[in-house]
């Protein structure tokens, strides 16, 4: 599986970053895909997820400032963020959930992290 995540960067409190992730050489079905960050000391949380039958969730603290999408036949998953806030500093991981065809079998996948860093 190979997940590569780009858009990441340093932007100004109040600015706005577009992340992308291509999802390739994936065997099994995709069944959800989102984003997750972890900040300096602090744990990885989930940001957002959108899953296959399209519903989408996002964390209390990004709602109304991050919206996620997904691109099903392109395989890629994409986080709109605006009103950046410093807090929001952190590396954003992007997931794939995935099911085998074959089994009820089920793995979870993340791609390198980008970077996020919002200035103050």
């Known amino acids: 599986v190979q997940l590569q995540a780009s858009g990441g960067g340093l932007v100004q409190a109040g600015g706005s970053l577009n992340l992308s992730c291509a999802a390739s050489?994936?065997?099994?079905?995709?069944?959800?895909m989102g984003w997750y960050r972890q900040a300096p000391g602090k744990e990885r949380e989930l940001v957002a997820l959108?899953?296959?039958?399209?519903?989408?969730s996002v964390v209390d603290s990004v709602k109304g400032r991050f919206t996620i999408s997904r691109d099903s036949a392109k395989n890629m998953v994409y986080l709109q963020m605006i009103s950046l806030k410093p807090e929001d500093t952190a590396v954003y991981y992007c997931?794939?959930?995935?099911?085998?065809?074959?089994?009820?079998?089920?793995?979870?996948?993340w791609g390198q992290g980008t970077q996020v860093t919002v200035s103050s």
């Open positions: 959108v899953t296959s039958d399209g519903s989408r």
């Open positions: 050489e994936i065997q099994w079905d995709i069944n959800s």
């Open positions: 997931y794939v959930g995935a099911r085998s065809p074959y089994s009820s079998d089920a793995r979870g996948y």
